[in-house]
C-alpha cells in the first residue's frame, strides 16, 4: 500500500448507503486504502428507509446477474449477522406473494413453473398451505407464492454494520461531509471539494443513490439516474403476527413486459395516474409492522402522498384483514435509484479515468447492495470486470452531458 498523506486516499467512495459502504468494505478486505464520504449519516436516505426485505430465489442453473446480487447478498448478510458479530436482526424467513385474481393465479402458476425448471426455489401454495404457516393470512385469497429463501433485515442497523466493519478493515468513514466539487486531474486521480476541506483520491466511487445524477453532473456526464419515491407506513409494536415477508400478486402481473418507454419501468403510476397497487411488508423484530409499494416520479420530493399510504394500507388488509383493527402510528417516504431500462448501472465509466459508479439498484437496493458493492471491489481491486457485471455496464447510458 502506497504511503498517503492524511487527506490522500486510494479510493474514495460518495454514498453512505448499503452499496457505497459494501463497497468500501470490500475494497478494504482487499488491503486498499479507502474513504467513504456521506454528507448525512449512514443509512440517511433509502438504505435506511426501506422494508428491510431481502429478496432471492436461488442461483438456478445459469445464474445472471441477478442471481449474484441477490443469492450473494444473501449470504453477506448471513456473514455480518453469523460471523460478524453484527445483530442486525437477519432472519432468513422465507416471503409470501398473495393471488388475488384468477388472471394473478395464471400468470403466477406459469411463472412458477418456469422458474422452477431453471432451477429456482420457488413453491405455489393453496390458500391452506399457506395459512398453516402464515395463520393470519385471509382465507379469501386464491394461492400464494412461497420463496424460502427470501429474508429480511434491519435496513439502518445493517447498512451501519456495513460501514462498521469497513472501519475495522482500516477504511476511513466521513459522514456530514457533503461534497460540493469534483475535479479530474491529468494524472486521472481527483480532487474531491467537500464542507470540511479537499481529498484527493487516485480513483472514485460514485453510489449516491437517487443523486448520482447531480454527482455526475460536477464531472460532465450524465448519468441517467431517475428518482423514485416510495413510501411505507407502521402500525404500533404488537405481538408476533407476520412471519414472512408478504407482498402481493397485482404489481407483478400489471409489470409484465413493461419497458418504461424511455422512463422507469415499474411503476405504480404513470402520467400522474395510478397504473396499479404494490404491496410489500413485515413485521420487525420491535414488532411493529411495517408496509409500503408506491413508486412515483416525483423529483427529489420526499413528502408524504396520504391517499396513496391509504390504498396501500387497503390492500394489506386484503392480504392480512388483522390489520384492520391497528391504527397507522407513523409514515415517511424515500427515494429509490431507477435507470431507464431498470436494470442496474455497475462498473467503470469508460469516459474518464478510473471512475466507477453503482446505483440503479432500484426498490431493491437493500437486499442487492451488499453484492453489487463486493463485486465492484473486486473489479476496481482486480483491474477485470466479474464477468456477471457485463449487464450493468454503465457504457450502455452514462454520456457526455454536452
Given at each position: 500500500?502506497?504511503?498517503?498523506?492524511?487527506n490522500?486516499?486510494?479510493?474514495?467512495?460518495i454514498?453512505?448507503g448499503?452499496?457505497?459502504?459494501?463497497?468500501?468494505y470490500h475494497?478494504a478486505?482487499?488491503?486498499?486504502?479507502?474513504?467513504?464520504?456521506?454528507?448525512?449519516?449512514?443509512?440517511?436516505?433509502?438504505?435506511?428507509?426501506?422494508?428491510?426485505?431481502?429478496?432471492s430465489?436461488?442461483?438456478?442453473?445459469?445464474?445472471?446477474?441477478?442471481?449474484?446480487?441477490t443469492?450473494?447478498?444473501?449470504?453477506?448478510?448471513?456473514?455480518?449477522?453469523?460471523d460478524?458479530?453484527?445483530?442486525?436482526?437477519?432472519?432468513q424467513?422465507?416471503?409470501?406473494?398473495?393471488?388475488q385474481?384468477e388472471?394473478?393465479y395464471?400468470?403466477i402458476?406459469?411463472?412458477?413453473?418456469?422458474?422452477?425448471?431453471?432451477?429456482y426455489s420457488?413453491?405455489?401454495l393453496?390458500?391452506?398451505?399457506?395459512?398453516?404457516?402464515?395463520?393470519?393470512a385471509?382465507?379469501?385469497?386464491?394461492?400464494?407464492?412461497?420463496?424460502?429463501?427470501?429474508?429480511?433485515?434491519?435496513?439502518?442497523?445493517a447498512t451501519?454494520?456495513?460501514?462498521?466493519?469497513?472501519r475495522?478493515?482500516?477504511?476511513?468513514?466521513?459522514?456530514?461531509?457533503?461534497?460540493?466539487?469534483?475535479r479530474e486531474?491529468?494524472?486521472?486521480?481527483?480532487?474531491?471539494?467537500?464542507?470540511?476541506?479537499?481529498l484527493?483520491?487516485?480513483?472514485?466511487v460514485?453510489?449516491a443513490?437517487a443523486?448520482c445524477g447531480?454527482i455526475?453532473?460536477m464531472?460532465?456526464?450524465?448519468?441517467?439516474?431517475?428518482?423514485?419515491r416510495g413510501?411505507?407506513w407502521?402500525?404500533?409494536?404488537?405481538?408476533?403476527s407476520v412471519?414472512?415477508?408478504?407482498s402481493a400478486?397485482e404489481s407483478?402481473?400489471?409489470?409484465?413486459?413493461?419497458?418504461?418507454d424511455?422512463?422507469?419501468?415499474?411503476?405504480?403510476?404513470r402520467?400522474?395516474r395510478?397504473?396499479t397497487?404494490?404491496l410489500y411488508?413485515?413485521?420487525?423484530?420491535?414488532?411493529?409492522?411495517?408496509f409500503?409499494?408506491?413508486?412515483q416520479?416525483a423529483?427529489f420530493?420526499k413528502?408524504v402522498?396520504?391517499?396513496?399510504?391509504?390504498?396501500?394500507r387497503g390492500?394489506?388488509?386484503?392480504v392480512?384483514p388483522f390489520?384492520?383493527?391497528?391504527p397507522?402510528?407513523r409514515?415517511?417516504?424515500?427515494?429509490?435509484p431507477?435507470?431507464p431500462?431498470?436494470k442496474?448501472?455497475?462498473g467503470?465509466?469508460p469516459?474518464?479515468?478510473?471512475?466507477?459508479?453503482?446505483?440503479g439498484?432500484?426498490?431493491?437496493g437493500?437486499g442487492?447492495?451488499p453484492?453489487a458493492?463486493?463485486?465492484?471491489?473486486?473489479?476496481?481491486?482486480?483491474?477485470?470486470?466479474p464477468q456477471?457485471?457485463?449487464?450493468?455496464?454503465p457504457a450502455?447510458?452514462v454520456?457526455?452531458?454536452?
Amino acid at each position: 500500500m502506497p504511503v498517503l498523506e492524511k487527506n490522500e486516499t486510494e479510493v474514495l467512495v460518495i454514498g453512505g448507503g448499503i452499496a457505497g459502504a459494501s463497497t468500501a468494505y470490500h475494497l478494504a478486505r482487499h488491503g486498499r486504502a479507502v474513504t467513504l464520504v456521506e454528507r448525512g449519516g449512514i443509512a440517511s436516505e433509502a438504505s435506511g428507509v426501506n422494508a428491510g426485505s431481502i429478496g432471492s430465489i436461488g442461483w438456478g442453473d445459469e445464474p445472471d446477474l441477478q442471481s449474484y446480487l441477490t443469492m450473494g447478498s444473501l449470504q453477506i448478510f448471513k456473514t455480518l449477522q453469523l460471523d460478524a458479530g453484527c445483530d442486525i436482526e437477519f432472519r432468513q424467513s422465507g416471503s409470501l406473494q398473495a393471488i388475488q385474481t384468477e388472471a394473478q393465479y395464471d400468470f403466477i402458476r406459469d411463472k412458477v413453473l418456469r422458474l422452477r425448471s431453471e432451477g429456482y426455489s420457488i413453491e405455489l401454495l393453496s390458500t391452506r398451505e399457506a395459512r398453516a404457516v402464515e395463520p393470519k393470512a385471509s382465507p379469501d385469497m386464491l394461492g400464494f407464492a412461497l420463496s424460502p429463501f427470501r429474508a429480511q433485515a434491519d435496513p439502518v442497523k445493517a447498512t451501519q454494520a456495513f460501514a462498521a466493519v469497513a472501519r475495522r478493515e482500516g477504511a476511513v468513514v466521513l459522514t456530514h461531509r457533503e461534497v460540493t466539487t469534483l475535479r479530474e486531474a491529468g494524472d486521472g486521480s481527483y480532487r474531491i471539494g467537500t464542507s470540511e476541506g479537499e481529498l484527493r483520491a487516485g480513483a472514485l466511487v460514485i453510489a449516491a443513490g437517487a443523486w448520482c445524477g447531480p454527482i455526475g453532473e460536477m464531472l460532465g456526464l450524465r448519468i441517467p439516474i431517475v428518482p423514485v419515491r416510495g413510501q411505507m407506513w407502521a402500525t404500533g409494536s404488537v405481538s408476533p403476527s407476520v412471519y414472512h415477508t408478504i407482498s402481493a400478486a397485482e404489481s407483478e402481473l400489471q409489470w409484465h413486459g413493461d419497458a418504461g418507454d424511455g422512463t422507469p419501468p415499474d411503476l405504480t403510476h404513470r402520467d400522474g395516474r395510478r397504473v396499479t397497487r404494490h404491496l410489500y411488508g413485515r413485521q420487525t423484530r420491535q414488532g411493529e409492522i411495517v408496509f409500503g409499494g408506491d413508486r412515483q416520479s416525483a423529483g427529489f420530493d420526499k413528502a408524504v402522498d396520504t391517499d396513496g399510504i391509504e390504498v396501500n394500507r387497503g390492500q394489506a388488509v386484503e392480504v392480512l384483514p388483522f390489520l384492520s383493527r391497528l391504527p397507522i402510528e407513523r409514515t415517511w417516504a424515500g427515494l429509490m435509484p431507477f435507470s431507464p431500462d431498470g436494470k442496474p448501472i455497475i462498473g467503470r465509466i469508460p469516459l474518464r479515468k478510473n471512475l466507477y459508479v453503482v446505483t440503479g439498484l432500484a426498490s431493491s437496493g437493500f437486499g442487492r447492495g451488499p453484492m453489487a458493492g463486493k463485486l465492484l471491489a473486486d473489479y476496481i481491486h482486480s483491474g477485470h470486470m466479474p464477468q456477471p457485471l457485463a449487464e450493468a455496464d454503465p457504457a450502455r447510458c452514462v454520456t457526455d452531458a454536452g
